[in-house]
């Protein structure tokens, strides 16, 4: 049987059981995959005896996305880029091998629900510089996006991710994110304002051209106040459950060997859960 997990502290809240276990029934395969609450100073020797524990990989979630990345022998461009690995595997030589597929997952979604966001080649604006945002520039800028907003409530943390990601990122004060809206083609939250029990992102739209994409990263709730005023002024809306599907993909086929898909019905099994949260 071919064992996986996900690594966190805390780690109960984790939805990737539930992706990779409604895989596993559904292709036929052998396989588990585990939830491990590790806590961070025990975190190397976990990952140091990963496949001894039987494990042939694993997601890594918070607190450990950037310690796990410094602990793997390897890591793609995509994990280096970021900063922070969220999915582990070994190679042929078994060395542990990292990468970050946030990315991958966000745009794979974008693409999907939204498929011509980039054409008109218009600025992009990113609302938030965290985790979250750093694996959503990445995708951006690799697929040629040349001019990317990006406001923060904290500015300091906006400059240093636009210098860590070159000229086409330029940091905007929080308090000109209505204005900067003005010739946007897409604006992304990449905050957690807007999730169950915390504060409704406060953005006023009336600047944002009518054809633009709004696409929200939180997806507790699916339909996100954001996403609802977007849709009421007839903006294209793009929701964060596919990023958190798509994200898995690389993983489960890393592990198990079939690359799996994200359906409706993989969809619905993980909204239902989200209605019980
Ligand atoms: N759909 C998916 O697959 C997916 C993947 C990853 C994350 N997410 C979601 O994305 C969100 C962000 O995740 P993360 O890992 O990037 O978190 P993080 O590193 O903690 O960053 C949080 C961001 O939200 C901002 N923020 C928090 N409270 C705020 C407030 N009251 N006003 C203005 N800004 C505020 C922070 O600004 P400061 O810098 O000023 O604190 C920071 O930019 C979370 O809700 C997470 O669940 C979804």
């Avoid at 450990?64 to 922070?84: F, Q």
């Avoid at 915390?198 to 990263?217: H, M, Y």
Wanted: proline fraction near 5%; charged fraction near 20%.
């Amino acid at each position: 049987m071919r064992r996986a997990c996900v690594i966190g502290w805390p780690v109960e809240h984790s939805r990737s059981p539930l992706i990779h276990r409604f895989w596993l029934k559904q292709y036929g395969i052998d396989g588990a995959y585990e939830k491990e609450a590790v806590r961070p100073e025990a975190l190397a020797r976990f990952l140091g005896s990963l496949g001894a524990q039987g494990f042939a990989g694993a997601n890594v979630t918070l607190p450990h996305k950037e310690a796990a990345l410094r602990l793997a022998a390897v890591a793609d461009e995509a994990a280096r880029s970021i900063g922070a690995a969220n999915t582990l595997w070994f190679d042929q030589a078994g060395r542990l091998c990292a990468s970050n597929t946030d990315a991958y997952g966000f745009i794979t979604n974008l693409y999907e629900q939204a498929p011509s966001w980039n054409d008109a080649r218009w600025p992009v604006m990113v609302l938030g510089a965290g985790g979250a945002a750093r694996a959503i520039l990445h995708a951006l800028l690799a697929e040629g996006v040349t001019r990317i907003f990006l406001a923060n409530r904290t500015r300091d943390r906006a400059e240093a991710l636009a210098q860590t990601f070159g000229p086409a990122v330029e940091a905007i004060d929080w308090q000109d994110r209505n204005r900067a809206l003005s010739g946007c083609g897409l604006l992304i939250n990449a905050t957690s304002l807007g999730m169950t029990g915390k504060d409704p992102l406060d953005i006023d739209l009336a600047a944002l051209p009518k054809d633009a994409v709004v696409a929200d990263i939180v997806y507790s709730p699916l339909e996100t106040p954001l996403l609802a005023a977007a849709r009421a002024r007839g903006n294209r809306v793009v929701d964060g459950l596919g990023m958190l599907l798509h994200q898995a993909v690389p993983g489960f086929e890393r592990w198990f060997g079939v690359r799996p898909e994200v359906t409706a019905a993989l969809r619905t099994h993980v909204v239902a859960s989200l209605g019980a949260a």
